[in-house]
């Protein structure tokens, strides 16, 4: 949808689309095909195990601090958010 709204005038059209909503359209259809082939056995029954739950929660950490960290009081490059 917002293929339309891109200012590019040197974009090719084709049928009155232009290059990147014909991209879309590909994507969209090839998507919708892929993921109507059933190739393998039905997904397992999801369960939770300790294990997952802790590398999950080391990764939720990790994320964390990388982006949700501010260190006003700092003068490296990258360490204050504002």
């Known amino acids: ?35 109507a082939i059933a190739i393998s056995a039905p997904a397992p029954a999801p369960s939770l195990h300790t294990k997952a739950a802790v590398e999950a929660a080391g990764f939720g950490f990790l994320v964390f601090a990388a982006y949700g960290v501010d260190l006003p009081a700092s003068n490296r490059r990258f360490f204050r958010l504002a």
């Not at 974009?11 to 590909?26: E, H």
Request: net charge negative.
């Open 1 to 35: 949808m917002e293929e339309s709204y891109r200012g590019e005038p040197q974009t090719a059209i084709w049928a009155g689309l232009r290059a990147y909503q014909w991209a879309a359209l590909a994507m969209t259809l090839s998507g919708g095909f892929v993921s």
